[in-house]
């Protein structure tokens, strides 16, 4: 699975050195790294127009010393992407800019619109042209148009009154920057002060980087408008409900980030305890896969009092690795990213700490890998419920037909991941690990049951109407 993206937004003092918005939006993409690997964008307002730098790969790979020199002003935002809609290439990556008779909009977005496709079918047919094939564009778009009648705060209001979807937005309008987080808070946005400015991104660990102080969460339906160094709030959306993602707690967001007022850590060493008391096993060592796994397997070992012991090592410097054919190129690409630790396995019953499983395919792949070390069994744990339906808010998952879980008994995922038991996480064990009330939380892609209307899908939720704004 891959997350869409990270955004950032920073506002530096008037301070006359504190030309340095673009170097605080680089080290806080480099933190954000982890939420997308194709491209990346810095955009910064110099006071008189805006000024971009963007390419496909990672940060380091992309922004040269002197690109960051020269990109001067006191206000930008920043983005890094992996395409869930839209193709990777150069044309979709972010922030993405549009000019139009009263100025300039810069966007970066994390999330999906449902109806994006819908949405871009009427502009065409009003004549609209759009450059990219993102639904970004899609918001830029109505954000213009109601821009030309209503001030800022109106305009978003209008705007989030037609998105249907997930979205965390960093905003420029001219040099004012302005942060959204759509009605339900799908996707996660914190604001932080730093030394000379104000910071949003999508995770804490951006405003750490920057030595920065975490301030709050962006709520569900809420508009922070950036000025004078202060951030004022304008509570768009007045929800009784948010539906917060699983899988930000589970997989997507560094360990080390408080999400909505949890430390990612502490809740995923949660999810191994409560693994350890539904699925126990008579085991030598807890072992994880790395690095998603290890923070639940420590939970599992603590709760087991069975030792915790790292069989396999991740190679943390590989990049994408090319398709080759063949079934035992397949093989050397799968321990090009991670070798077994032979001599912590050999002869042992392991029980085995994942995050998920999707396809089933690295499952099995890695269990074997284990076997081949010696390991005289192979108990499989994972750290969140089965996974048996798509994801429309901006995850990267498959279809329901290639789902292993969706429409299988356990024993046959166990038997197709080669286990010797498998034991997934309860929906009811993941609710207490996160510590926010199950109506809080979207669990759609765990039960079929999504909080905002998908065509073809069940949903459980109310249409928002102009009174809820």
Not at 131 to 152: C, F, G
Not at 165 to 188: T, W
Not at 190 to 206: F, K, N, Y
Not at 338 to 350: C, S
């Amino acid at each position: 699975m891959k997350e869409e993206c990270g955004v950032v937004g920073v506002l530096m003092n008037e301070e006359p050195q504190s030309d340095t918005a673009a170097l605080q939006i680089y080290y806080a993409l480099y933190a954000l790294q982890h939420r997308g690997q194709e491209s990346t964008g810095i955009t910064i307002h110099d006071g008189k127009s805006v000024r971009s730098i963007k390419g496909m790969g990672l940060v380091p790979e992309v922004y040269s010393r002197e690109d960051i020199i020269n990109l001067k002003g006191k206000v930008g935002i920043g983005h890094v992407r992996y395409s869930t809609t839209g193709d990777s290439r150069i044309e979709n990556c972010q922030p993405l800019i549009v000019n139009y008779k009263s100025g300039t909009v810069a966007i970066a977005h994390n999330g999906n619109l449902v109806n994006g496709k819908e949405l871009r079918n009427r502009f065409e047919a009003e004549g609209r042209i759009f450059i990219t094939d993102s639904d970004t564009e899609v918001i830029a778009h109505l954000l213009v148009k109601e821009l030309l009648h209503h001030d800022p705060i109106e305009a978003i209001k209008n705007v989030m009154g037609r998105l249907v979807g997930s979205y965390s937005l960093a905003i420029m309008i001219d040099d004012q920057l302005i942060a959204v987080r759509d009605p339900l808070g799908f996707k996660p946005l914190c604001i932080g002060r730093i030394d000379g400015g104000l910071v949003v991104a999508s995770e804490s660990v951006a405003i750490d980087t920057l030595n920065g102080e975490l301030i709050r969460d962006v709520k569900p339906g809420e508009v922070i408008i950036f000025k004078d160094g202060e951030f004022e709030s304008h509570q768009i959306y007045k929800n009784s409900r948010s539906s917060h993602c699983v899988f930000e707690y589970i997989y997507f967001a560094r360990p080390d980030s408080i999400i909505d007022g949890r430390l990612v850590y502490k809740v995923r060493e949660r999810i191994g305890r409560e693994l350890s008391k539904e699925h126990p096993v008579d085991a030598d060592v807890v072992s994880p896969v790395p690095d998603s796994g290890i923070t639940s397997a420590i939970g599992y070992s603590y709760e087991s009092g069975l030792r915790y012991e790292e069989g396999l090592m991740k190679n943390r410097y590989i990049g994408r690795t090319f398709i080759l054919p063949g079934q035992a190129m397949r093989e050397t690409a799968v321990r090009l990213k991670m070798n077994t630790i032979a001599q912590n396995i050999k002869g042992k019953k392991v029980i085995l700490i994942d995050d998920s499983i999707v396809r089933g395919t690295t499952s099995r792949k890695i269990i074997n890998m284990v076997r081949k070390a010696g390991a005289s069994e192979v108990h499989a744990r994972i750290g969140s419920p089965p996974i048996i339906a798509p994801c429309y808010m901006g995850i990267d998952m498959a279809t329901r037909e290639e789902l292993i879980a969706a429409g299988e008994e356990i024993k046959t995922v166990k038997n197709t991941i080669n286990a010797d038991s498998l034991g997934y996480l309860s929906i009811d064990g993941l609710v207490k690990a996160i510590g926010i009330d199950r109506e809080e939380l979207c669990l759609g892609c765990l039960t079929s049951i999504y909080p905002i209307e998908v065509p073809g899908e069940e949903c459980h939720c109310r249409q928002l109407t102009m009174n809820d704004f």
